[in-house]
């Protein structure tokens, strides 16, 4: 007999976490799935490398640098509202991709794809909080269901899109998104109820805009730079400019947030060293699967001469890693706290980029594979453990803004990682293809290895110590 009967999941809570893992699947399978096109696309839209880049970078971008407002405004107009605008925006912006005629609308059509992937990932994973946030083992059982939804769709999107590619052609990962938006749209109708005592309007003043800009600004600036850094030069007046402008606008920034009464990134939050070291540890992870995936899908394509579709299926073991490991993780967090899994998945993550560092042209496809398992499976067991980390160190009624930094800090890293990455294979030989992946992965094994140590940094549960510290806050206030 289940002595705690809360812990067990019902119909409802079933239902809603089914909706909000619509919002997180597109959201997550538009990161990777265009990078299986990369060659299709250059070749129909002459589009070069750095051309390339932007066409991924633009998406995550828009959804890294708007995450921040998005969140805020999930916990003023309610995360139900915005959750629902966020998937009717990614529809409308999928269907202009799939229609686009040139690279210059295809970078614009997926920024606005961004801006609603940004107003639901954070404002999916509010909901999800809300609907447990009276049973911590429940909580992380479900975002572990949810992480597993979006990491699966990561990893499948190269094998999605090689299969559309070959059916379709490449408007074809765009248009998926029409029904499965279609689908996200009705669960929210039926499934999703208003919270008790939400809000039915609120006054936008509070939204901080000129902090909203001023990272805009330093991001795509920072960004922009590191792209065009390779064909350009390091010395060359744009490049250079836009380094100094990303600096500028980061410190402008940070001051700005400093001295706001509604931050856009409330700077308490890094006070908690859980929630700094859980969020460090999300840039080590997204800045080196995003950047690395981009070059494997040009080391595949380019130094190995495959299909679109034979590049898509070589990337099936990330699917299967990530399915097991995701799942797994919510049982290791309820038994061992969030320490563990975060400390192992690091390593676990470092050991298969590692094996990466030692491919050239010629390695025989089944020696790829073993690195393929052990990426996921590290980033699968920690990834739940990080996102309960964060969501468990602030109170329930700020998880929007906070799950938004935490995703806005995942998603700019990936739009960097995919810049520096990029840059490293740039050139358009598979000499140059090859010695990126040899550069990315001894990156990546570092920034891994960082991230283990962050994760021995956090609280193993920070649920019950947040709860504590309150009780003593609240006993404080009454003497």
Known sequence: MNPNPSSSFTPALAKLVATVSVGFVVTQLDVTIVNIALAKLGTDLHARVAGLQWIVDAYTLAFAVLMLSAGLLGDRFGPRRMFAAGIALFAVSSLACGLALNATTLVVARAVQGVGAAAMLPNSLALLNQACRHDPKLRARAVGLWTAAGAISIAAGPVIGGLLIAAFGWRSIFLVNLPICAAGLWAIWAWVPHAPGQPRGARASGIDLPGQLLAIVALTAFTGAVIEGRPLGIGHPLVFGGLALAVAAGIAFVIAESRTAQPMVPLAFFRDRTFTSAVLFGICVNLTYYGTVFVLSLYLQQARGYTA????????????????????????????????????????????????HFVDAQTPIALIFVPFLLIPSGMGLAVPAMTTAVLASVEAKRAGTASAVLNTARQAAGAVGVALFGAFASGGTAEHVVFGLHASTFVAVCLLLTGAVLGRLVHPHPHARHEEAQRSAAQASAH
Do not use: D, H
């Open 309 to 356: 579709l034979q590049a898509g299926l070589a990337f099936l073991p990330l699917t299967g890693g990530f399915l097991v490991s995701n799942v797994a993780s919510g049982w290791v967090i309820g038994r061992y706290g969030v320490r563990v899994p975060m400390v192992i998945g690091g390593l676990v993550g470092a050991l298969g980029y590692g094996l990466l």
